[in-house]
């Protein structure tokens, strides 16, 4: 069964930082870019960043540049985003999802291509 695990969300004060994972099973991300999503109550769903296949192309929202990293490690099949200096305007469920790119290096924030989701881990930023 393919599935996409998030975890390491949690409530942070304004100024901290996260680490989220997104732990593949049942395929390896080899061939998939990863992209990570998120949705605040009452807001549409917003691309925050994704990488290619192979890592070497990423692509992030203006909204989190400069704050946020994206990475992965194939040797444990996962994705993580880094999150600093986080903002109150960054709560949201932050969901990952993959996309089958096969060789081709590809990365798009638009969330209409990605092929499998996680269910999401949430993310609050409050003092």
């Known amino acids: 069964q393919l599935q996409l695990v998030e975890s390491g969300g949690g409530l942070v004060q304004p100024g901290g930082s996260l680490r989220l994972s997104c732990a593949a099973s049942?395929?390896?991300?080899?061939?998939?870019?990863i992209g990570w999503f998120r949705q605040a109550p009452g807001k549409e769903r917003e691309g925050v960043s994704c990488i290619s296949n192979s890592g070497d192309s990423t692509k992030y929202a203006d909204s989190v540049k400069g704050r946020f990293t994206i990475s992965r490690d194939s040797a444990k099949n996962t994705v993580y985003l880094q999150m600093n200096n986080l903002k109150p305007e960054d709560t949201a469920v932050y969901s990952c999802?993959?996309?089958?790119?096969?060789?081709?290096?590809?990365?798009?924030?638009?969330?209409?291509?990605?092929?499998?989701w996680g269910q999401g881990t949430q993310v609050t930023v409050s003092s």
């Open positions: 999802a993959a996309l089958y790119t096969g060789i081709r290096v590809v990365t798009t924030l638009s969330a209409a291509p990605y092929d499998y």
């Open positions: 049942g395929f390896t991300l080899d061939r998939y870019a």
